[in-house]
């Protein structure tokens, strides 16, 4: 029995692989003819998310079904939970996408979806029912990094006339990532500088937490940017709170998780629970220890690529923690003070576009479509994946 299985399986992969080789041909004659349309799933995490985007850079529909209600009493994404989810929202939510753009399914020329990295559970069901999808109406498929996708997203968004040159560098910030990239081409990408411990959007949500801050419509990081921004009017006097040490100066590496300790530390030292003054200079503390950070490690990544000769003068900041409007402005400063004569251009998607969404997704297979350059129906998905191995 166990040959019989084997044989089987063998026999079904040969028949979906000839199925991808009928498709290739086809499109292969058709695509020069009109723009290219994409369907695009994504489901790494806790957002359910279908888009329609075109190769002529227009994003016919972006639809993002949230699961924070979900997930803020576990305290964080709960996979199971997340799982169910996406198993209820994706039919509804490529059916919306769809109808915003105004197409039925037929009309959609390739089908893409997150292949990873992500949580297994929440991969696969994106990964399910777009290679279903495919296989069934004869469309050709392509898996996308997740992390890619996030930093090709300004290509989609800027101006023609403002478009990131190669090589940039890339930051991506957010929940599960922290990561400093020189971005070559499309496909390349050279990891510059990490996180030795949490992300900066770890951390966010667990300061969050700290301070008892509900999640609101846009998550704990959010929540903890709109408590910074409040006034004190009508309130006792701020305290006084210096912001935190930024760890490893001079080395290019990120470390999140001793600013959550420092945090956390402050927070058991108060013999009384925190006022709403208290709350606020902290998260403040918290912030702009956060943003300091991110300057400091991208302005050295910029000193040591000049010294060997790399000349950048892009540079693309993408990931949910890229919405903070307060590392929008600090970065922005930072790069003027760098590079006062020569202004270095900095990109970051619309604040829509930030955190996970399947248009970035549509976005990032595009010039593989155009090339000819699918995958099998087989594909597997790939839970860890370096943005170094893109073409691994």
């Not at 220890?289 to 003068?313: D, F, Y």
Request: aromatic share 6%.
């Amino acid at each position: 029995m166990p040959i019989l299985d084997s044989g089987l399986r063998r026999q079904n992969v040969l028949l979906l692989r000839a199925l991808r080789d009928t498709v290739h041909r086809t499109f292969r004659a058709h695509t020069g003819r009109r723009t290219f349309t994409v369907l695009g799933f994504e489901s790494s995490a806790d957002d359910t998310c279908a888009a329609v985007v075109t190769s002529s850079r227009q994003i016919l529909s972006n639809v993002v079904v949230k699961q924070h209600d979900l997930h803020e009493g576990f305290g964080g994404i709960h996979p199971s939970v997340a799982i169910e989810a996406h198993q209820r929202n994706m039919p509804g939510a490529v059916r919306m996408a769809l109808e915003q753009a105004n197409l039925s399914i037929h009309d959609v020329d390739g089908i893409a979806f997150t292949r990873g990295p992500g949580i297994g559970g929440c991969l696969s069901v994106g990964s399910n029912a777009a290679k279903s999808l495919a296989a069934a109406l004869g469309k050709p498929l392509v898996g996308v990094h997740h992390m890619q996708a996030h930093a090709l997203t300004p290509l989609l968004t800027t101006p023609t006339a403002d478009l990131p040159q190669f090589p940039f560098l890339t930051l991506l910030i957010s929940g599960g990532h922290t990561l400093l990239l020189l971005a070559s081409s499309l496909t390349s990408f050279q990891i510059l500088a990490t996180t030795a411990d949490a992300s900066i959007g770890r951390a966010f949500d667990k300061a969050a937490r700290a301070l008892g801050l509900s999640w609101g419509t846009r998550g704990p990081g959010a929540a903890l940017e709109e408590l910074c921004r409040m006034t004190n009017e009508e309130l006792e006097p701020l305290p006084d709170i210096q912001p935190f040490t930024v760890p490893m100066p001079g080395k290019l590496a990120f470390s999140f998780a001793s600013l959550q300790s420092s945090v956390d530390r402050y927070i058991s030292l108060m013999e009384e629970p925190l006022s709403t003054s208290h709350k606020i200079t902290l998260a403040r503390a918290f912030q702009t220890t956060a943003a300091r950070q991110l300057c400091a490690k991208l302005t050295l990544s910029l000193q040591k690529l000049e010294l060997k000769g790399v000349n950048v003068r892009d540079v693309i900041v993408s990931g949910g923690v890229a919405s903070n409007i307060f590392l929008r402005e600090r970065l922005r400063e930072a790069l003027d003070g760098y590079s006062s004569d020569e202004r270095i251009s900095l990109h970051f998607p619309p604040l829509e576009l930030c955190t996970d969404n399947a248009a970035m997704i549509a976005w990032a297979s595009m010039h593989r479509f155009l090339a000819g350059d699918y995958d099998d129906y087989t594909v597997d998905l790939r839970a860890k994946w370096s943005i170094e191995d893109i073409r691994v």
